[in-house]
């Protein structure tokens, strides 16, 4: 009798894991074939090239660069692990001193994002350590991502 309790207990929690996932990318923003960077750059006017990453050593002398963020500045997200290009976000929103609203391409793959969380988890309140919306889950990203800080449009 315990043998086939302890059965049934397994097969009903693998059952549970086995449950629905998140709902595919997809699903969520607009289609594009756009990566981050020319997206960002017809977004925020900001001409710059080469990967997300670069932009932030390229901007130097070029673009005013900051860490405070504003309406139509680009948040340059530093290369990683599963992301080597880095990253691109244009400020669409300041909702407080810790909490941005930003428009991207490709954080979804192949999508478009309007209006995402992004919220400031330095310890300096410095903008360096962002966690991130993500939309299929309908939650903060529970990932750390580095940032360089804000380049300002002129």
Known sequence: ????????GLA????ACGGRGLPPA???GAPTSLSCVPYARDVSGIQLDGDAWQWWAEADGRYPRGARPRRGAVLVFAARA??????LAVVSQVQDARTILVTQANWLPDRIEHDQPVI?????NDWTEVRV????AK????RIYRTYGFI???
Request: without cysteine; glycine residues 10%; charged residues 20%.
């Open 1 to 8: 009798m315990i043998r086939r309790l302890a059965v049934l």
């Open 12 to 15: 009903l929690l693998l059952a």
């Open 26 to 28: 997809r699903d969520f």
């Open 82 to 87: 599963g992301m080597p290009e880095g990253h």
């Open 120 to 124: 400031d988890v330095s310890t300096d």
């Open 133 to 136: 919306w993500y939309e299929p």
């Open 139 to 142: 939650a903060m990203g529970v």
């Open 152 to 154: 300002y449009g002129q």
